[in-house]
DNA sequence: GCCGTTTTCGGCCCGACTGTTTTCAGTCG
């Protein structure tokens, strides 16, 4: 049987949470649950390994019961506690237990009362009205409930924005309302500032002399589709794409209690508090309550927030329950990374021009490059079997070189190199001959065919193109499209390895909708000591800039500037090149 | 179910909102 990939661990905890739940178990079990699930899928190393490894209980949230569970699932494919409960509730009734205003016990009620077992029960239990005439249910749950299934909501995770357009909406949003006269501080808060992969909503935190001012200004922005009833100090507003945002005008000696609550995560929050309540601090949004004095600290700061609870300021990026609290600590922490800045790179190393499916030509690049203010730029256009844009031949792409250093010699303080984006054949090795490759001053290697392959054989074909003495760095390792594609199946521990053995570089691409590696594999990568690149990945000029996201990345990954090795000037960069180093 | 600078037992973040209710349960972030 195929090894069990966390995801999949992942799930099937989660389902026993949920089959919990509808059960009635006390709720702190179910909590722990989800941190195990949570857990797993943050895990950077293969967890069905660590069970078979009896280590499993190292991870944080596993004891010696979920322990013995993770061992029946690898062993017999289930858990026997799963399979119980599968037997006690149709499979319908968890749907219906994640439509929002729905849980656990309203779930169980339509069960148990009226029979309801599916969207499709409930759906018809509430167009007859039958809903409402549940104690404790009324007119508005069943309108409320009619709405949301109008809106195709099917018990499943709510599709979330990619960071950069919810980013870029927020910014305007932001950027507006700190514009209106007597408007003071203004942030946006929640994952949009911890530059998570996806957000689900926009919070925007202000102070202000005027705070019916913002609210109006908010209401009036062309973007806003429409608005909830709007308070004194606060709103929700909807844009035209769907888009959530939520305004709070705050006091100011408050304003840091507010923007630490709302920028989360909330694990770190979570986690936070736990740590606070041991030593007689309570935290909430208003202020940080002292059992000793009785007073309520308030703080205008988020500094002043976390020196308070004894931590140095942490990095939004940091804050999701990774040990940013541990190495915060002022008595003793291990001390936070000083986290790579998109100032810090030097140079791109992964960009296309028209000769493949770029938009913009070699010499258009190279200026942007110039006028980012890198000092060296690779030309990696796609290779000879790629299917889409226009396949570059070895003898076009030798041509291609030529002229690259022709062109490299009129430009003065810039190294422009010709490299390649090779594919990675099935088998593992890429498609253009060695003495093409040879003549190059730069190779990645991709997959972008043949997604569908076994875990093993395609963990294998990516450590064999590592092997290979030219290939120098591994593009998008995993494959991930957020929200729309899953990693393909890999052992990015064997992976990493295999790049820390080999000295192959490994890429984070910075498209908004890769990301890839992700934060939690970039960090474990970079722990192995596996330099990181930092890639545009740029099809056109003005991508170039998109390294933002990669850089948001690598800082939720911990990373340093010295951690990604495009920071380097290009005389100490070349040299960390396997074709170097040979 | 997990976990330990009070604890191997007894805790486990904190508050808002909604809808249904005469005081609160359930859900959400």
């Not at 942030?187 to 919070?203: F, N």
Request: charged residues 25%; negative net charge; hydrophobic residues 40%.
């Amino acid at each position: 049987m195929a090894p069990l990939t966390n995801a999949a661990i992942a799930q099937a905890l989660d389902e026993l949470g949920d089959l919990y739940e509808l059960d009635g178990t006390e709720s702190y079990r179910v909590i722990a649950y989800r941190n195990a699930a949570r857990t797993v899928r943050d895990a950077a190393v293969s967890v069905a390994g660590m069970v078979r490894e009896g280590r499993a209980t190292e991870l944080n949230g596993i004891g010696r019961t979920l322990d013995t569970k993770l061992r029946a699932l690898l062993e017999d494919g289930d858990i026997p506690k799963s399979r119980e409960l599968r037997s006690k509730f149709p499979p319908g009734l968890i749907a219906v237990m994640h439509l929002p205003g729905f849980g656990p016990k309203r779930a169980r009620r339509l069960y148990d009362e009226l029979g309801i077992d599916s969207l499709e029960a409930l759906r018809d239990a509430a167009g007859e009205g039958r809903i409402r005439s549940l104690r404790g249910f009324g007119a508005k749950v069943e309108d409320n409930l009619l709405k949301v299934l109008a809106d195709g909501h099917d018990g499943g995770p709510q599709p979330r924005i990619l960071l950069p357009r919810a980013l870029g909406l927020a910014e305007q949003i932001a950027g507006a309302l700190a514009g209106v006269p007597g408007a003071d501080r203004v942030e946006i808060a929640g994952s949009a500032r911890r530059l998570a992969d996806s957000v689900k909503d926009i919070d925007v935190i202000a102070t202000a002399a005027d705070p019916g001012a913002l609210v109006r200004t908010l209401a009036d922005l062309p973007l806003i589709e429409s608005m909830g009833t709007p308070g004194d100090n606060a709103a929700r507003a909807t844009t035209h794409t769907g888009m959530k945002v939520d305004l709070q005008v705050v006091e100011p000696d408050q304003f840091g209690n507010v923007l630490q609550h709302l920028t989360g995560s909330k694990a770190h929050n979570v986690a936070l508090r736990e740590a606070a309540v041991r030593r007689g601090l309570h935290v909430s949004q208003y202020g940080i309550l002292d059992d000793a004095s009785g007073e309520t600290i308030r703080c205008p700061t988020e500094e002043e927030v976390y020196a308070t609870l004894g931590y140095a300021w942490i990095p939004p990026e940091l804050r999701e329950g990774r040990g940013e609290l541990e190495a915060a600590r002022l008595d003793g922490g291990a001390g936070l990374p000083d986290l790579v800045t998109v100032e810090d790179l030097k140079g791109d190393l992964h960009c296309h021009t028209t000769a493949s499916d770029g938009r913009a030509s070699v010499e258009q690049m190279a200026r942007a490059a110039m006028d980012r203010g890198l000092e060296y730029l690779a030309i990696t256009d796609h290779s000879a079997s790629h299917g889409f844009g226009n396949a570059v031949s070895a003898d076009q792409l030798l041509e291609q070189a030529a002229r690259v250093r022709e062109l490299n010699a009129t430009l003065d303080g810039f190294e422009l190199l010709i490299g390649t984006e090779t594919n990675i054949l099935p088998d593992g090795s890429v498609d253009y001959p060695d003495e093409v490759l040879a003549e190059l001053d730069w190779v990645i290697a991709s997959v972008h065919t043949s997604f569908g392959m076994a875990q093993d054989e395609m963990t294998a074909r990516m450590v064999a193109a590592m092997e290979h003495p030219l290939v120098d760095a591994i593009g998008h390792p995993t494959g991930r499209k957020i929200e729309t594609r899953p990693p393909y199946a890999l052992d990015v521990e064997q992976v990493i390895d295999a790049a820390a053995r080999t000295g192959t570089m490994l890429e984070v691409n910075s498209a908004g909708d890769r990301r890839d590696l992700n934060d939690v594999y970039a960090r474990a990568a970079a722990e192995a000591g596996v330099p990181i690149l930092i890639d545009s990945d740029a099809h056109a000029v003005a991508n170039l800039a998109i390294v933002r996201w990669g850089v948001a990345t690598a800082r939720r990954a911990w990373l340093t500037a010295d951690q990604v090795a495009n920071t380097r000037p290009w005389a100490q960069f070349a040299p960390m090149r396997k074709r170097a180093r040979a």
